[in-house]
């Protein structure tokens, strides 16, 4: 087919389906919304006098406890939030955190942070993978919730990636450090070398000066020789 006909054909389906949905429009009722009703005052009244009785704790105690309420796997990162739960082993986490401070040794408090983020990402991308394997039927071995494996996925990626960035701005905070620790061993190493380079300096002037003047006295010494044999030669 010609794509004249094509195109023809496709102008005609979009307009029965354009005429169609206008005569289903017109043989729907159409649906009045009503008002909303304005607030009495005795109603505004009486919410604000409720509304005192809820407020929410007002104690630190209570809204740290108020802050774990929506609390399910803890997966998603906040360094302020992070914490092993209770059926996480609190030795473990503190071993691994001292096994990176010993690898990477952090020199400055912007590394000792990005060290600390390193043992909180490693430590959430493990328990992402045993909440992982809760989602797998014990009997056949199969996915059981697709849903929650995907989600628990989704945490372990995000935290392994979490993990290389930390990584990443380690190595690149301490590539800078140690180029201005090279910068400033060169300047001090010019500024300690600098008097003598100036005296090498002034004792090659002072050579060249001596030798221009030797030279000097040699040629003023041979044209004199050369201007009195001349002179000889006439007076004989």
Known sequence: MRQRTLRRAAERHA???????ARLAQQQ??????EPRPASQVQIDANRANA???????????????????FTHGLTYNSETFRVLPTENQDAYDALYSDLITTHQPANPAEAILVEH????????RRAL??????FDPATGQIADTKMFNLYFRYATTHERGLRQCQNDLARLRKERQQLEIGFEREKR???Y???????????????RE??????????????????????????
Request: hydrophobic fraction near 35%; charge should be positive.
């Open 190 to 192: 010019t500024q300690q």
């Open 130 to 135: 045993r909440l992982q394997e809760t989602t």
């Open 211 to 236: 030798r221009a003047f030797q030279l000097s006295r040699i040629n003023f010494a041979a044209e004199s020789a050369e201007t009195g044999a001349e002179r000889f030669k006439k007076a004989a």
């Open 15 to 21: 307009k029965k389906a354009a005429e169609k949905a």
């Open 29 to 34: 009722p159409s649906v009045v919304t009503p």
């Open 52 to 70: 005192q009785f809820s407020s929410g704790p007002k104690t630190d105690a209570g809204k740290a406890i108020s802050s774990q309420n929506r």
């Open 118 to 125: 390193m043992a909180h990402h490693e430590w959430l991308y």
């Open 194 to 208: 600098h008097p003598i380079d100036i005296q090498l300096k002034e004792m090659e002037v002072c050579y060249r």
